[in-house]
C-alpha cells in the first residue's frame, strides 16, 4: 500500500503503517550516521541536550556526498542501519519516531521500535543520486568537523521508503523470506 506521510512523523501515524508499505515523507528529516550518534550518546551521558529535537523526529542514516552546483546536496543513499543500533533505543525512548537506513536491526532495536511505537524505513541502496532528489534543502546543524558525518536537517519532498520494521514488530525481512520460501 502507498502512503503519503508528512513529517514530524507521530504515533498516530506509526499506528497506521504496516510492515510492506511504500511510503513517500515530505518536511523535516535529520541526517545522522555513526560518529554524529556517537556524539550524542556522549551528550546524553554528561546530561546535556541533543543538537536537535528528537520528539517525533526522523533520522536518516546517510553521509552525503558533495552538492553539484545548484544542487543542496550530492548522492544522497543510505548506510547500513546496524552501525546505529547500540545508540537506536536511548533516542527512540526519547521520542524518535522514525528511523531510515537499509539492513537489518538488532532485537534490542526491533523492541525499542515496539516499546515506543517507532518505524523503521528502508530506502535503496545504490540509488542515492535518485534519492537526493527529493531534498530541497540541507542545513548543517552542528559537528561541522566530522564533514559527511554532520548532523544536517534536511527538508524532503516525496522521499520514497519502504517500512521495514512497523511498531508492532512486524519485520518484512523476515516476512519476505518466509513469503518467497513457499513459492512454488
Do not use: W
Not at 556524539?39 to 551521558?45: D, I, S, T
Not at 543510505?78 to 552501525?83: G, H, Y
Request: hydrophobic share 40%; with cysteine.
Amino acid at each position: 500500500m502507498e502512503k503519503y506521510i508528512k513529517t514530524p512523523i507521530t504515533e498516530t501515524t506509526t499506528r497506521d503503517l504496516k510492515a510492506g508499505d511504500y511510503v513517500y515523507l515530505t518536511g523535516t528529516i535529520y541526517v545522522a550516521r555513526d560518529a554524529a550518534h556517537k556524539r550524542m550518546a556522549e551528550a546524553l551521558a554528561k546530561g546535556e541536550e541533543l543538537p536537535i529535537d528528537i520528539r517525533d523526529a526522523t533520522i536518516y542514516y546517510m553521509g552525503p556526498s558533495p552538492a553539484r552546483e545548484g544542487r543542496p546536496i550530492g548522492s544522497a543513499g543510505p548506510t547500513t542501519a546496524s552501525r546505529m543500533d547500540k545508540y537506536a533505543p536511548a533516542l527512540l525512548d526519547l521520542g524518535q519516531k522514525a528511523m531510515i537506513g537499509k539492513g537489518k536491526r538488532t532485537r534490542e532495536v526491533i523492541d525499542a521500535i515496539v516499546r515506543n511505537h517507532a518505524v523503521y524505513f528502508a530506502a535503496v541502496g545504490g540509488a542515492g543520486a535518485l534519492l537526493s532528489k527529493c531534498i530541497k534543502k540541507s542545513e548543517l546543524i552542528c559537528y561541522e568537523d566530522l564533514g559527511a558525518e554532520a548532523v544536517r536537517k534536511l527538508e524532503v519532498e516525496n522521499f520514497p521508503a519502504v517500512v521495514v520494521i512497523d511498531c508492532e514488530g512486524n519485520n518484512l525481512y523476515e516476512t519476505a523470506i518466509r513469503e518467497y520460501c513457499t513459492i512454488e
